[in-house]
């Protein structure tokens, strides 16, 4: 029996049990704990604004979601990028307490957007995602190592990263220009909260693991009597 192997399948399948079982959100949250931008021409304190955005892309809340517009190429305020962000507290702080974010993401092209948050300390980490024509949920982890996480500062580690995300100062979503398209762009956001596993979630991979654990343990000693013997 290779126990290395047998370890790391209980670890893999472990894992894929807790990310694959319901979840609750987590705080820091705005009521009514996802914001879905419900009522029209409310940003809910979400804006562009520079320093972080630069506001040449009108945002706005055209009726039950938060709308980015990218002005057609020659437009004197169309730019090539932009962020859509909050400071508020209902968004910030410390989200080591969340497992990660959700929210529906629907774009006119096709194209890459990102998941991107800053810290107090001045650093910000990015999380690429695929954009689609019709409305996606996003679900996206607060993991460093298995989800490709990247800082614009260069040198930045992993203990780096979940510093920076108990002190989270902006969070929002940045969005890249889809080249070769010369029209007006619409990227839309909508139903953002964050999550936590179940609390029940906990307790059964606990007991899962230790089921396993023990049915391993006498299977390895039969297979050592059988040996012996």
């Not at 969340?98 to 800053?118: E, I, M, N, P």
């Not at 029209?183 to 953002?192: C, F, G, K, P």
């Amino acid at each position: 029996m290779n126990i290395a192997r047998v370890l790391l399948t209980v670890f893999a399948f472990g894992l894929g049990f807790l990310f694959g079982t319901p979840e609750v959100l987590a705080t820091p949250v705005m009521p009514p704990t996802t914001q879905t931008w419900d009522v029209a021409d409310n940003l809910y304190s979400w804006t562009n604004a520079p320093a972080l955005g630069n506001a040449l892309s009108p945002l706005s809340n055209p009726g039950g979601y938060l709308q980015m517009t990218f002005p057609a190429v020659g437009d004197p305020f169309s730019p090539a990028n932009d962020f859509m962000y909050s400071q508020d507290a209902a968004y910030v702080g410390g989200l080591t307490n969340s497992w990660g974010v959700r929210f529906s993401f629907r774009a006119s092209d096709l194209g890459s957007a990102t998941l991107r948050f800053r810290s107090e300390s001045g650093h910000i980490w990015d999380l690429g995602f695929d954009t689609t024509t019709d409305w996606t949920t996003n679900t996206l982890y607060f993991v460093y190592s298995q989800y490709g996480w990247q800082s614009t500062t260069a040198g930045l580690t992993e203990s780096d990263f979940y510093t920076d995300l108990a002190s989270v100062d902006t969070i929002g979503i940045y969005v890249d220009r889809v080249l070769g398209d010369t029209s007006t762009q619409y990227y839309d956001l909508d139903n953002w909260e964050y999550f936590v596993p179940e609390p029940g979630t906990i307790c059964m991979l606990g007991t899962f693991l230790l089921s396993f654990g023990l049915a391993q343990r006498r299977r390895l000693k039969d297979l050592l009597k059988q040996y012996i013997a």
